[in-house]
């Protein structure tokens, strides 16, 4: 799916429904690359219009899916210390992400 159409599906969705943690590694990668630096903005303008602080959450949620992807090549490459202490910095962006960013 092109990035464009990705974050139009991801618009799509209700509040609260964006989970990255549903999403494989290929859809990971695209949603980073769709919310990457000035798309950001872009992003935000489709998936949380009107929300406070909606860039600052998107690019939250970018940190979240890079820090994902990462954790999930740690795990199949056997490095699971690795991939636990990434999984607790994507927990840690979960909790400080305003609720209708959470899912």
């Given at each position: 799916?092109?990035t464009?159409?990705?974050?139009?599906?991801?618009?799509?969705?209700?509040?609260?429904?964006?989970?990255l943690?549903?999403?494989?590694?290929?859809?990971?990668?695209?949603?980073?690359?769709?919310?990457?630096?000035?798309?950001?903005?872009?992003?935000?303008?489709?998936?949380?219009?009107?929300?406070?602080?909606?860039?600052?959450?998107?690019?939250?949620?970018?940190?979240?899916?890079?820090?994902?992807v990462?954790?999930?090549?740690?795990?199949?490459?056997?490095?699971?210390?690795?991939?636990?202490?990434?999984?607790?910095?994507?927990?840690?962006?979960?909790?400080?992400?305003?609720?209708?960013?959470?899912?």
């Amino acid at each position: 799916m092109p990035t464009s159409k990705f974050v139009d599906h991801v618009k799509s969705l209700e509040p609260g429904m964006v989970n990255l943690d549903g999403m494989d590694s290929s859809d990971l990668y695209k949603f980073i690359s769709a919310t990457r630096g000035m798309n950001a903005t872009r992003a935000a303008g489709r998936m949380f219009k009107g929300e406070k602080l909606a860039t600052q959450t998107v690019r939250a949620l970018h940190n979240y899916a890079y820090t994902k992807v990462t954790a999930i090549a740690c795990r199949e490459r056997g490095e699971i210390k690795s991939a636990l202490s990434y999984e607790g910095t994507c927990d840690r962006i979960h909790r400080d992400l305003p609720g209708y960013a959470k899912w």
